[in-house]
C-alpha cells in the first residue's frame, strides 16, 4: 500500500503514518521540518515500511503537484491523507485573526486539503483505485466565537470532501472526512479553555485510522461531541449563539 500524508512531521500525522508503518508499505512524508519528518521517516522504517520524504509548503499549489506526480509515477498512491493544519483565533488582549490570518488559516487547512487531492483525483480515477482521507475538525458544525476563520476553513474541507465523495463514487474512489474533537498536540497547546471530552492523541491516532482503513464516508470523533454541535446547529441562532458562547478559549500564537 502506498500513502502519502500531509503534515506528518509531528501530531496526527506523525502518529498516523506510524500506525500505518509496515512491510509492504511505503509511506511519502509531507512537511517543511526537515529534521522531524528525518525522524518520523526513521521510525516507519523501523516498522518495515519504506518511505519518501516532501520538504513542501501545501499552500503552494504548483509544487504539491510536481511532487505528487513524481510520486504517483514511482509508486502508484493507494491512499492520500490531507491533514496539515494550522489553528488561530481571539487572543487574550482581544486581537482576532485578521485577513492575513484568516488567509493563512484558509490556505494552509482548505486550499492545502485541495492542492493534495486534485492531482491525485485523474491519477486515481484512471486507475479506478484510490482513497482520499481529509481531517476536517469538529468545528466545521458550528461557528464558534473564538474562532471563526479557523472554523471557516475546517467547514470548507467538510463540504470539499463531501462533494468529492458524491462526485468520485462511480469511481473507484473512496473520500473519508473526518472531524475530530480536541486532542494534545502542538496545535492544541495555542489553545486555553475548557476542551471537554478531549482525547490522548494516541487514541485519537487510532481512531482516526480505522476509519481511514475503513473507507468510512464521515466520522465524528468522539461521536457524542459530534451530535452535539450537530444538535446545536439546529437550534434558533439567538439560542445556539448563547449556548455556544458559553465554552471560550484563548490562542496564544
Ligand atoms: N489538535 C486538535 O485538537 C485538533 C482538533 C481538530 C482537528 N485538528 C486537525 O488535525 C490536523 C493535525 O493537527 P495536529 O493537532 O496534529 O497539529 P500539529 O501537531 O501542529 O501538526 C500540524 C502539522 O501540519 C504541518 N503543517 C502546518 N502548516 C503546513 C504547511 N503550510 N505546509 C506543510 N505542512 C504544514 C506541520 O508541519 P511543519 O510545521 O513541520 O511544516 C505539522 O506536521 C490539523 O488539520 C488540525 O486542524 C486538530
Same mark, same amino acid.
Given at each position: ?6 503534515? /506528518? ?24 521540518? /526537515?529534521? /522531524? ?5 526513521? &521510525?516507519?522504517?523501523?516498522? *518495515? #515500511?519504506?518511505? &519518501? ?20 509515477? =514511482?509508486?502508484?498512491?493507494? +491512499? =492520500?491523507?490531507?491533514?496539515? @493544519? ?30 493534495? %487531492? ?12 484510490? /482513497? ?8 466545521? +458544525? ?6 471563526? #476563520? ?19 463514487? @462511480? ?9 475530530? *474533537?480536541?486532542?494534545?498536540? !502542538? ?13 490522548? $492523541?494516541?487514541?485519537? %491516532?487510532?481512531?482516526?485510522? !480505522?476509519? +481511514?482503513?475503513?473507507?468510512? *464516508? ?6 457524542? $461531541? *459530534? +451530535? ?6 439546529? $437550534? ?8 455556544? @458562547? ?8
Amino acid at each position: 500500500m502506498n500513502i502519502v500524508i500531509t503534515g /506528518a512531521s509531528r501530531g496526527l500525522g506523525a502518529a498516523l503514518a506510524e500506525r500505518f508503518a509496515a512491510p509492504g508499505c511505503d509511506i511519502g512524508l509531507i512537511g517543511r521540518d /526537515a529534521a /522531524a519528518l528525518a525522524a518520523v521517516a526513521a &521510525r516507519c522504517v523501523a516498522q *518495515g #515500511a519504506t518511505t &519518501r520524504v516532501g520538504l513542501v509548503d501545501v499552500r503552494d499549489g504548483a509544487a504539491m503537484a510536481g511532487l505528487l506526480g513524481e510520486w504517483d509515477a =514511482a509508486k502508484p498512491i493507494d +491512499l =492520500a491523507i490531507a491533514n496539515a @493544519g494550522v489553528t488561530g483565533g481571539r487572543q487574550a488582549d482581544g486581537t482576532m485573526d485578521g485577513i492575513a490570518g484568516a488567509r493563512r488559516l484558509v490556505e494552509t487547512n482548505l486550499l492545502g486539503a485541495m492542492h493534495l %487531492a486534485e492531482p491525485l483525483i485523474p491519477l486515481m480515477q484512471g486507475r479506478r483505485r484510490g /482513497a482520499i482521507g481529509l481531517i476536517s475538525s469538529l468545528a466545521a +458544525l458550528r461557528g464558534m466565537p473564538d474562532h471563526p #476563520a479557523y472554523c471557516a476553513s475546517k467547514a470548507g474541507v467538510l463540504a470539499y470532501g463531501e462533494g468529492l465523495r458524491a462526485a468520485l463514487r @462511480g469511481d473507484g474512489i473512496t473520500v473519508s472526512v473526518v472531524l475530530p *474533537g480536541y486532542f494534545d498536540t !502542538a496545535l492544541d497547546a495555542h489553545w486555553t479553555g475548557a476542551k471537554p471530552l478531549a482525547l490522548p $492523541l494516541a487514541v485519537m %491516532a487510532d481512531r482516526v485510522a !480505522a476509519a +481511514l482503513r475503513a473507507g468510512r *464516508g464521515r466520522c465524528f470523533i468522539p461521536w457524542r $461531541l *459530534g +451530535l452535539l454541535l450537530r444538535l446545536l446547529a439546529l $437550534l434558533p441562532s439567538p439560542l445556539g449563539d448563547r449556548l455556544i @458562547g458559553l465554552q471560550r478559549l484563548t490562542y496564544r500564537p
